[in-house]
C-alpha cells in the first residue's frame, strides 16, 4: 500500500472511530428555522425533487460529497456510493483523484461513472497541487479517469499545515486556477473541506472564471481534528486542537455566496446530517446540498443502510416542503419561512 | 377493536407513558413574564373569570381542548372531563368525530353534551377528510354525534405524514373549507394539532369564513414524536426525529393571529401547563386558554385528581391577576405588563 | 405559643432549612458588572461609608431588613442584630409589629431601641392591615414599641393569598395609606417583601405622601417557596410552584424606583449577598443597601458570626469602591462605572 | 529566606497548584472569531513574525510577562524563560525587583540580561511603592539590576487589599508615576496584573507620559484569588471570593486602549493560552501579546516543556495567520477578518 493509500484509509477509519466534528462551532443551521405553514395547499405525493445543476436536470437537489478513492477499500466505498447514487438520483463527487493521476493502477477505485451512467458526477484535486507541476493536462486526466462532467478544486490551507510534509505554497494560487478554468472544457468549481468559504473569496473565484462554489462549511468535519488524530508531532497535535472552533459556518457561507456570486451555481455542504438541513440549505440559497461524513458509515456497512439514509434524507426533505407548503425545488429556494431563531 | 379505536387507545398510552413533547422547541411563554404589581388595589376574592366566547357567555376562559373518543376507555375519559367542564364551567372540546360518523355505534364516546348541558362544546374533524369525501352533511353529523355548538377542523399535515397510509392530498383544501363555513348553521373554527397557525395562514381562513382559530402552537405535544413511536418503519422513525423541533411556539402564534384578524374569537393552545401560562395566552390575545394532554393523566387516574388539575389552574390564573391587579378577564387581556423578558 | 407566634418561628426554621429562594429568577445584579479603575487616586483606608437617610446620618448605607420578632426566639434575634447594628452602624428594620399591637406582652421581643440606641430603627406593618380594622393609632404604637425612627408599610399581595386564611383584601389600600402617611408624626415607607416595587407604583405611593420605598425586589427570598412548604392544601402547594419565577428582579426596581420618583429615599433590597450587591444597589439609585435572609443564620448561630458578615459586606463594600476609584458614597452613587454585561 | 522570598514562593505554588482563575469572567477573546480565508494567496513558509516594538525589532510579536525573581527557585525560572525567549526571539519581563532594589544581594535572580543578550527586558515594580519611599533613582536600580530596556510599573490595587499588611495608598500615584516617566531614561510603561486597565485610564497615564501600557486584563489570573488562599483571616478570605469575576476582559481592555491612546505602545495581555489568543490580541490593536501565567508550570518543568510550549504558541499564531491569509505582523493587526461572534 503506498503513502497516499494509507492516508486515505487512515482518513477513512478515524473519520468512522474519532470525534473529528470541530468544538464550539456548529454549521449555524441552528440559528434557522422553517416557519410551519398549517395549510400547505399541496398533496404530499405531488411534490417534486427534480431540479437543474449547470444546465443538466437531476432528479434531486442532493449531492454525495467528494470523499475517497485510491485504494481497495475506497474503490469499494466508491462503488457503493455510486449505485445508490445512481438508484435515487444524486449527484457525485470522488475523492482527490491526485493518487491516480500520478499511479494510472489506482484509476479504477475513483471510475464512478461506471457504476453511475445518469448523474452529474464530479472530479476532484487539490488546488494546491497547481503550485506542485499539476497543470490543465493533469486535471483532464484527473475528469477522465473518473468519468466526470466536471472538477472540482479543493482549497484546504490548514489541513496541508498540520498533515504531515503538507503543500502550502498558496501563493499565486488563484492565478494558476484562472488557467485552469481557461484550460478545461467542463465547469470547474472550488471547494473547501470544513471551513468554508466566504462571500469576497467566491467573488474573487467567480472572476477567475470558476463555474461553481462547493462552501463545504464548519461545522461537520473538521481536519484539523482529524490531523491531530494522525500527527506523530506533540507540537503540532497540540496545536491543532486551538482550531478545533475555526471554520465559517456553513450556514453563513451559503448565505454570504449566494449574494456575492448570484449568477454562479451554489452547493451548500459541511455538516449536514438531514433533510431538513438539506431544506435550510436550499432555502438561504444552495443549487444543490451535499453530505459528506454522514454517508461515510452507511456506506460502509452495506447497501441496505446507505440506501435507507438516502431514502430519509429524502423524506425528511420533502416533509420540510410540505411542512411549509412548498412543492418544488425553486419554491423553496424562495420560500419566505426560513427564519432566523431569536435568541 | 376497530383500526381506529386501537389507533385512539394507542395515542392515548403513547401521552401517558412516552416523551412526547417536542424537543429544541418551547411553547414561547417563558420568554414573557408578568410584571408585578404590587399594590393591586382589589380584592382577590372578587376577581372574575366570566368571559364570552363567540357572543356566549363562559364561567371561565378555559377550554379542555380536542382529545379524544371512539373507543370505551376514550368514551369513559370524555365523560369524567365532560362533567368536570360542567362543574368548573371550562368550555370542551371532543377527539376527531370521524370514526362515529362512519360507525353510529361509537356515537355514545362522543357525546358530552349528556354530561355537560351548559358549557361550548366543540366537534372536530380533521379538515383532510374534506379531500376524501366529507362534506357538510358529515360535519352536521358530528356536530350532532358530540350535541356541540361549534365544529372545528383540524390541520395536521405532518402527523399525516408520519401516520401509516396517512391522509396527505392537502391540495385544494381551503376552498373545500370554505364551503363547510358557508353550509354549516354553526360556528366553524380551524385547529392546528401541535405545529401551530402563524398570521398569514389565519388570514387565509378568516377570509374563508372561519369563525374562530385554535393556534395548537408548538412547545407541547408533537405528533411527530408520537406517531415515531407508533411507526414500525425504520425510515419514517427517523425521519420523525428531524422533526421533533419543528413548528411556531404557541405565544408566537397568539400574537401574530390576533394582530392578523382582530375581529376574529382566538383560542390559545398548545403546551399549556398552568394558570401562569392560561394568563400569558389571554394577555398575548387569546379568548381562550386550551389545555390538552396536561389533563390527560389526571382524567385517566380520577375525578379527584382531574378536578384538584382544573382547580390548580384557576387558582393559578386567579393570583396571577391578582399579581397584576388586572380583576377581571378583559383587564388581563388588555394588561401592559405582559413584557418580554430580556435575554 | 400562639398563632401568630408559631407562624413567626416557622417562618425563621423554614428560610433556614429549605430552599426558599425564587427559581427562574435573580436579582439582575448580575446584569450589571463594574468596570475597573486600575488608577484610583485614592488611599483605601480613607474611604468613607457615612452617609444620610431622610436627613439622618448614617455611618453606613446598609440595612438590616425588617424580619422578625413576637415570640421568644424571634426577640433573641431582634437582640442580637440590633447589638450588632448599633456597633457598626447599620439601620435596622424590625419584622411586622402586628401581633406586639395586639398582645402588648410581646413588645419587648420587638424593642430594638434598647439595644440600638444611635442608628435607625423602622417599625413594620402589614398594609392590608389598614383593610382590617388597623389605622394611625395602631401605626402609632408599632412605632412606639420598636422605638422606631420611622415605620415602614409592607405588601404581600401574593404572600396572603398562599397563606392560610391570608388577608386578601387589597381594595382601597392606596387612600388608608395616604392617610395615615398624614397622621403619622413620623416618616412613612413602604416596602414588598420579595416580588418588588415597579416604577409605576413608586409614583403612586409617593403621590399618597410616602416617604420612602423599599423595593424588596425578586432574586431573593420567594414567599410564594416559603408558605409551599407551610401550606397543608396540596392544590395551593401545586400552585405556588408556578409563582417561584414571579416579581421585578431587584436591580429592575431600583433603577425604575430612582428613575420615577428622584426626591423620594430609596432603599435597595431583595437577595443581596455581598457588599459589592450593596454597591450595585447604590449605584442604580438606593440610598441604603437592605440585607433580610443572609443575615438570619448568622443571627441564629452567634454574634462573632453575624459580626463577621457585617464586616466581610463593609470590607465587599469598600473594596469595590476602591477597584473603581470611589472614596464616597455619594460618588459610589454617581459613578459612570456601572454598566450593563453585555450578552 | 525573607518575608518577600516567602511570598513569592507561595505565589508561584499556588498559580501551579490551585484554581486561581477568575470565575464568570472570561478574557472576551471567546467573543470573537476569525473569518476564515479560504484562498490565502501566501505561502505558509514565508509568513514572517517580526514586529517592532518601541522603536526596537523584535524577532516575534510574543511576550513573558512580568512574573518572579527574589528567590532561588525564582532565579532559576527566570534563567529558564530568559533562555527560552533568547533563544525564539520573544520580549520578557521580569517580577517586581523591588526585594532586589531592597536586598542587593538578590539582584542575581532578575538579572536575564545575562542570559537574553538581544531581546527587550522590562524591568518591572509596584507603582504604589513611588506611595513609600520609592523614587526615580530606586527604578533606575530596578533597570539596572534586570539589565532593561525599560520599566514598568504595575497597579495592583485590589492585590494589595487582600494581601496581609497591603500597600494601599494609591492617592496621588498619577503625579508620581508623571515624576518618574520624566526621570528616566529608558521608556517607562504601566500595567496591571489581572484586572484590567480601561480607555480612559490609559488616556490618564499617556499624558503623564507613559510610553507603553499592558493591559493585564481579566479572564486569566486572579490575585482576588491567588490571595484568598494565603489569607489567615476568614473575612477577607470570604470578602475575597466576590471578586472572583471583577476586573475587565482583555480584550475589552486592548480594543479601549487602542482606541483611546492612538500613539500609545500596547501589550496585550491577561488570560492568554494559545497563539489564536495571540492573534487576537494583535488584531484588535496590541503590539506584543503577553503570556503569564501559561508559561509557568512548563517553565518549573524543563527546558523541553517551555520550549514545546513557545513553539506550539508561534505555530498556532502563524496557523492563524495563513488562515486568515494575513503573511505579515502589520497585516495581522489590520485584518478585516477579526468579527464579533453573534450570540
Ligand atoms: C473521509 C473523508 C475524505 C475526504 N476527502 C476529501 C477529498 O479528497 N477532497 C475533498 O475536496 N474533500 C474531501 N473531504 C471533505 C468533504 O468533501 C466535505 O467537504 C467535508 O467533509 C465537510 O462535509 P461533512 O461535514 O458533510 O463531512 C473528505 C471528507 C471525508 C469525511
Ligand atoms: C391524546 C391526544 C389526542 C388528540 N386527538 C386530537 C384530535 O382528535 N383532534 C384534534 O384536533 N386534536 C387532537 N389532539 C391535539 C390537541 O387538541 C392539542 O392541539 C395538542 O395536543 C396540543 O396541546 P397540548 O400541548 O396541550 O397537548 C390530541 C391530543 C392528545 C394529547
Ligand atoms: C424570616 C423572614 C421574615 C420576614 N418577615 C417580614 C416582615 O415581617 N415584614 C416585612 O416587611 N418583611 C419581612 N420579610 C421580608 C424581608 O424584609 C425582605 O424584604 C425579603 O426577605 C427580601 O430580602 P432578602 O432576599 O434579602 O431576604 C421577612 C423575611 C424573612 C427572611
Ligand atoms: C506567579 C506570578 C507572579 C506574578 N508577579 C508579578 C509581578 O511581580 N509583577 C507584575 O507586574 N505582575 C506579576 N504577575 C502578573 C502577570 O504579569 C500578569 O499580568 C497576570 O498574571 C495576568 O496574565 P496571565 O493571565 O497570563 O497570567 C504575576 C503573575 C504570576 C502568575
Chains 1, 2, 3, 4 share one sequence.
Not at 470541530?22 to 422553517?34: D, L, M, P, Q, S
Not at 488546488?127 to 490543465?136: D, K, T
Not at 478544486?153 to 498533515?163: D, K, P, W
Not at 454517508?295 to 434524507?313: G, I, K, T, Y
Amino acid at each position: 500500500m503506498g503513502n497516499t493509500s494509507r492516508r486515505k484509509t487512515e482518513h477513512i477509519r478515524l473519520c468512522l472511530e474519532e470525534q473529528v466534528g470541530g468544538e464550539g462551532i456548529t454549521t449555524g443551521f441552528e440559528k434557522y428555522r422553517f416557519r410551519h405553514n398549517a395549510l400547505p395547499e399541496l398533496n404530499f405525493d405531488e411534490i417534486s425533487l427534480t431540479t437543474t445543476f449547470l444546465g443538466a436536470a437531476v432528479r434531486t437537489p442532493l449531492l454525495i460529497s467528494s470523499m475517497t478513492g485510491g485504494s481497495e477499500l475506497a474503490g469499494q466505498i466508491n462503488d457503493r456510493l455510486a449505485e445508490a447514487a445512481e438508484r435515487r438520483g444524486w449527484a457525485m463527487g470522488v475523492g482527490s483523484v491526485r493518487a491516480a493521476v500520478e499511479r494510472g493502477e489506482l484509476a479504477p477505485t475513483f471510475d464512478v461513472r461506471r457504476k453511475a451512467p445518469s448523474i452529474p458526477v464530479i472530479a476532484n484535486l487539490g488546488a494546491v497541487q497547481l503550485s506542485y507541476g499539476f497543470g490543465a493536462a493533469e486535471c483532464q486526466r484527473a475528469v477522465d479517469i473518473a468519468g466526470a462532467d466536471m472538477l472540482v478544486l479543493h482549497l484546504n490551507s490548514l489541513q496541508e499545515v498540520f498533515q504531515p510534509e503538507g503543500n502550502t505554497a498558496f501563493g499565486g494560487l488563484l492565478a494558476r486556477i484562472e488557467d485552469v478554468c481557461r484550460a478545461l472544457p467542463v465547469p470547474v468549481g472550488v471547494k473547501e473541506v470544513g471551513w468554508g468559504i466566504d462571500g469576497a473569496t467566491a467573488k474573487r473565484l467567480r472572476e477567475a472564471g470558476v463555474a461553481f462554489v462547493d462552501v463545504a462549511g464548519a461545522g461537520g468535519t473538521s481536519w484539523s481534528q482529524v490531523e491531530k488524530f494522525r500527527s506523530a508531532d506533540p507540537v503540532r497535535r497540540a496545536a491543532a486542537e486551538a482550531f478545533a472552533d475555526w471554520g465559517i459556518p456553513t450556514a453563513e457561507c451559503i448565505r454570504e455566496v449566494r449574494a456575492a456570486v448570484p449568477d454562479a451555481a451554489l452547493i451548500g455542504s459541511g455538516g449536514l446530517n438531514t433533510g431538513v438541513d438539506a431544506a435550510k440549505a436550499l432555502a438561504l440559497g444552495a443549487d444543490l446540498a451535499g453530505f459528506g461524513r454522514a454517508l461515510l458509515e452507511p456506506a460502509v456497512h452495506s447497501e441496505e443502510r446507505l440506501d435507507a439514509l438516502l431514502e430519509r434524507v429524502e423524506l425528511e426533505l420533502r416533509t420540510a416542503m410540505f411542512g411549509i407548503g412548498a412543492g418544488t425545488v425553486p419554491a423553496l429556494r424562495n420560500t419566505p419561512r426560513l427564519v432566523r431563531r431569536e435568541v
